[in-house]
């Protein structure tokens, strides 16, 4: 069964160091969404990506944030400067756009200290 | 958007039939119900979707009363490793990225021994 697949599976940076997070997505995808889930917490939409560029954003995504897919295939999640707060999983999704069904990665698990 | 209402938790036993019943009443004509599991540290993993009446797939069962405001995830002598957390959500796939999956706190469920 195709999947999307996450890598680094677990990072542990310190405060203010950048940070790519990179996801390939199933092959005949062409709609990307990264979310976030802090410890304990839901799972929160982060951005959506469709024909190169953002389609929809939440306030979470702010200037410090940004994505792109830069060859082609792998689809990566960028924090510039990281922060405490940004210790988070970080789950890459991918669609076809048909319905509502998106498929997930098992995630990266990001740790600022 | 079509807000969802579902029980916080749930809890069974090894063997029984769990049913999880998820309510959309301002659900739209145009929008798929999905189920998603999310176990701990892993990303949701996608396990039914209906449009209306009754989906069946190797995992569960999807009930879709005529109204369509309402829905029900069965799952068939659930085991241990059904213990999860379970995500109704409602949409209609969009366009152009335009829809965005927003998952709410989804339904615990416990199997005990």
């Known amino acids: 069964e195709p999947e999307v697949t996450q890598t680094p599976s677990h990072q542990v940076t310190q405060m203010g160091q950048e940070v790519i997070l990179r996801c390939v997505p199933i092959s005949n995808h062409l709609y990307f969404y990264w979310y976030r889930q802090i410890l304990g917490q839901k799972v929160e939409f982060l951005v959506s990506?469709?024909?190169?560029?953002?389609?929809?954003k939440s306030e979470i995504f702010d200037d410090q944030f940004s994505v792109e897919r830069p060859d082609g295939s792998n689809f990566t999640l960028k924090i510039r400067s990281t922060k405490l707060e940004d210790s988070a999983m970080y789950f890459c999704?991918?669609?076809?756009?048909?319905?509502?069904?998106?498929?997930f990665g098992e995630g990266s698990w990001l740790t600022v200290v | 958007l079509a807000k969802t209402t579902q029980p916080i938790s749930m809890d069974s036993y090894e063997g029984q039939e769990v049913n999880i019943t998820c309510s959309h009443n301002?659900?739209?004509?145009?929008?798929?119900i999905t189920w998603y599991q999310q176990f701990p540290s892993q990303g949701p993993r996608f396990i039914i979707q209906g449009y209306k009446t009754k989906v069946t797939n190797e995992v569960a069962s999807l009930f879709i009363p005529a109204d369509r405001k309402s829905s029900t995830l069965s799952l068939p002598r659930v085991s241990l490793s059904d213990t999860a957390v379970y995500y109704c959500?409602?949409?209609?796939?969009?366009?152009?990225?335009?829809?965005?999956?927003?998952f709410g706190r989804g339904t615990s469920l416990i199997v005990h021994p």
């Open positions: 301002n659900i739209a004509t145009n929008d798929y």
């Open positions: 999704a991918t669609g076809q756009g048909e319905g509502n069904t998106i498929y």
């Open positions: 959500l409602v949409g209609d796939g969009g366009q152009g990225g335009s829809y965005i999956p927003t």
């Open positions: 990506f469709y024909n190169n560029e953002i389609s929809e």
